[in-house]
């Protein structure tokens, strides 16, 4: 299986912040990611796909950049609604894997 | 609108096996592979394995021994077993739509299983 490993694994930041998160994978996926929110209690929530396409709907402050093996998520102005846990998601092999998962915290 | 509806036992016992369907409202059930995935508490999110409307099925390598997904098209549902079931399996159970490759753009509510003796 491809691995993801995410870092940090928990972030702090002010609401008006830039957040980055890093994916990185265990070999080049091109740019087979996905990221996905997760707020407590409920599902995931697909952001971004093809490492930086924006689903619809998704505020233009999140962006998603990378290929091969780094990828990230950048959150441009951190928001209060923003507070949650993000994974990137491998879909290059036909054994879909996840990352651990970065959990963002509003100071 | 697409809407997943799922259900299940919540509550079972070592060696049984667990079994959860879902129910998908809106959109097209045969244009799209309908997946399976888990999160333990506090861990990462672990794909299981995906249908297609035909039945074509594929399954992570890890749980491939003990797993079976069904399909009904006439009621638009999809179903997940998985035998011989331990407390390691003690997870969130979510079942997604998948769209294109591999990417999941709607998901279930999520049904929580308890392993326990």
């Known amino acids: 299986d491809i691995q993801l490993t995410q870092s940090p694994s928990t972030l702090s930041a002010s609401v008006g912040d830039r957040v980055t998160i890093t994916c990185r994978a265990s070999?080049?996926?091109?740019?087979?990611l996905a990221w996905y929110q997760q707020k407590p209690g409920k599902a995931p929530k697909l952001l971004m796909f093809?490492?930086?396409t924006l689903e619809s709907g998704v505020p233009v402050r999140f962006n998603g950049s990378g290929s091969g093996t780094k990828f990230t998520l950048t959150i441009s102005s951190l928001q209060p609604d923003d507070l949650a846990t993000y994974y990137c998601?491998?879909?290059?092999?036909?054994?879909?894997?996840f990352g651990q998962g970065t959990k963002v915290e509003i100071k | 609108q697409v809407h997943l509806q799922q259900w299940g036992a919540g509550l079972l016992k070592p060696s049984e096996t667990l079994s959860l369907t879902c129910a998908v409202y809106?959109?097209?059930?045969?244009?799209?592979?309908w997946s399976w995935i888990r999160q333990p508490p506090g861990k990462r999110l672990e794909w299981i394995g995906e249908?297609?409307?035909?039945?074509?099925?594929n399954y992570s390598p890890s749980l491939e021994s003990r797993v079976t997904l069904s399909v009904d098209t006439s009621k638009n549902q999809f179903s997940l077993k998985l035998s011989s079931v331990t407390a390691a399996d003690t997870a969130v159970y979510y079942c997604?739509?998948?769209?294109?490759?591999?990417?999941?753009?709607?998901w279930g509510q999520g049904t929580l299983v308890t392993v326990s003796s």
């Open positions: 809106g959109g097209s059930f045969s244009g799209h592979y």
């Open positions: 093809e490492a930086s």
């Open positions: 998601q491998q879909y290059n092999s036909d054994s879909r894997t």
């Open positions: 070999q080049s996926i091109s740019n087979w």
């Open positions: 249908i297609s409307h035909s039945g074509s099925s």
């Open positions: 997604a739509r998948q769209r294109g490759a591999a990417i999941f753009d709607y």
